[in-house]
């Protein structure tokens, strides 16, 4: 697809008929490896649930009622990444006031590449920030070293939802 018709319409789904298959879910991820991070370190983890056992068992145990209803029937990829590497020098001190917000960052990027590619294979997503976090560590053996971030759910909608209103680009950019 089109970059610009890719970006344009992209949307956050609540609705879903069905998951991505195993296959898809692979060719996102490995687009979603190729998003830039501080010096190539690559601290961005993916979790993919897509077992319908599993994907139940932890949508019920892990998500708010909101969370659950609107990720159902959508396979879900829990987003992570590898603390105290990026934004940190060789002794292990922040380089900056940064610190692990870099991680955070390189997340960031890594998720924007994975939700494109989903919607560039025909599917749409949901990026969920209200999780319990505990659950998800245990249930999925996330290590403490990992900031667990997002969950997002990945399938195909049923719904098309409407272009959501930007505001004007005064008003967020700025040229000089």
Known sequence: MEFKKLVSTRRSVRSYLSGASHEDLEAICKAAQQAPSWMNQQTARCYVLE????????????????????????????????????????????????????????????????????????YDTLIMGMRDVSVLREKLDIPENEELISVIAVGRSDTVPPTPPRKPLDETVKFF
């Open 51 to 122: 077992t319908p056992e599993v994907l139940e068992s932890l949508r019920d145990a892990a998500l708010p009622p909101f969370n659950r209803g609107s990720s159902a029937n959508a396979a879900l990829i829990v987003t992570t990444f590898v603390k105290g590497i990026v934004g940190f020098g060789p002794d292990g001190q922040p380089v900056d006031d940064i610190g692990n917000g870099w991680g955070i960052y390189d997340l960031g990027l890594h998720d924007a590449y994975l939700i494109l590619a989903a919607k560039d294979l025909g």
